[in-house]
């Protein structure tokens, strides 16, 4: 994930508030992503949570939006626009209207919702809905040329949330995991193990192998456990380099962090895998959340593949 190294200026000394333009220390989220991944959800979340949310806006009205959002006497300075890929200019449009703010000094992240093709599929199907690209082809058509559009885009997001296996639920708990502390300062790590068999997480920035560890899954008495239990806790953290391992990847997590602090990154994936995300990968990703907790970063830590066989 590329990060555009965005901050946010304050006022100057004496400077209200409030003035004609586009305030400086408005927090500006740009919500965008592949159709059916969840953007609706997202800018609900970001709704309850307080921000000024405005849904299916074109691209080249961004600049527009902030200028009026700052014209107005609003209760919040976070404002959130969902944008979508209708606009045959989107992409263009779009990194004309983030220079534009970044240019007044304007903090903006844009977020994008990422989904498989079978799971973007099923949701179509389910609400029985074309694909807005899809036209007079199929649905796997229309799928397939918004990811084409929104390679870039993608790739130059802030934060990339893969909702494919998250419901509206989860989703809405990311979201406000994300975005429920945003006088917080610092980086937010999300934790996630996962199955090296099921794929790896879409979303992840840092991936971590925990193969090198022999498997409990061929220990009979600890087969049916997982790693969030005593006995495949403590009989992967005793087996030889997990330690070791853990103490290692510490004080690498601290060096990438600063990094991305100083870059402006506030939110990152790390994705810790073992065969069947089981039991190594879900023993280590809670060791590794809690060393960073201790460090003092924000973490969450989540099991995609927990329960999945």
Not at 133 to 159: F, M, P, S, T
Not at 166 to 171: D, G, S
Not at 240 to 266: H, I, M, N, Q, T
Request: with cysteine.
């Amino acid at each position: 994930m590329t990060d555009h190294n965005r901050t946010a200026a304050g006022p100057a000394p004496g400077e209200p508030r409030r003035r004609r333009g586009v305030a400086p220390d408005t927090a500006f989220v740009i919500v965008t992503g592949m159709s059916g991944a969840g953007r609706s959800t997202a800018a609900k979340a970001l709704e309850d949570l307080g921000w000024f949310v405005i849904d299916n806006l074109p691209p080249g009205m961004l600049f527009a939006m902030a200028e009026e959002a700052g014209r107005v006497n609003l209760d919040t300075d976070k404002v959130a626009a969902v944008v979508d890929v209708r606009s045959l200019a989107f992409t263009t449009d779009l990194h004309t209207a983030i220079g534009e703010l970044d240019a007044r000094g304007v903090g903006v992240r844009v977020v994008f919702l990422e989904a498989s093709d079978e799971e973007l599929v099923r949701r179509f199907e389910n609400v029985r809905r074309p694909h807005p690209l899809q036209g007079d082809g199929r649905l796997v058509d229309g799928i397939a040329r918004e990811r084409g559009i929104l390679r870039e885009v993608r790739a130059n997001a802030d934060l990339v949330i893969d909702t494919s296996a998250l419901n509206v639920h989860e989703l809405r708990g990311k979201i406000v995991s994300f975005f429920g502390g945003e006088d917080r300062p610092g980086l937010r790590v999300n934790v996630v193990s996962f199955g090296f068999k099921y794929g790896l997480p879409v979303d992840a920035d840092l991936v971590v192998d925990c193969r090198f560890l022999p498997n409990p899954h061929w220990v009979p008495e600890l087969r049916p456990m997982n790693g969030l239990e005593a006995p495949v806790r403590e009989y992967v953290l005793s087996q030889p380099g997990a330690k070791e391992f853990l103490d290692s990847y510490e004080e690498v997590l601290r060096v990438v962090a600063g990094g991305y602090v100083r870059e402006g990154k506030g939110y990152a994936t790390l994705a810790v895998g073992c065969t069947g995300g089981k039991h190594r990968s879900v023993a280590m990703a809670e060791q590794i959340g809690a060393r960073l907790r201790d460090r003092g970063v924000e973490v969450q830590v989540t099991h995609r593949d927990v329960g999945r066989e």
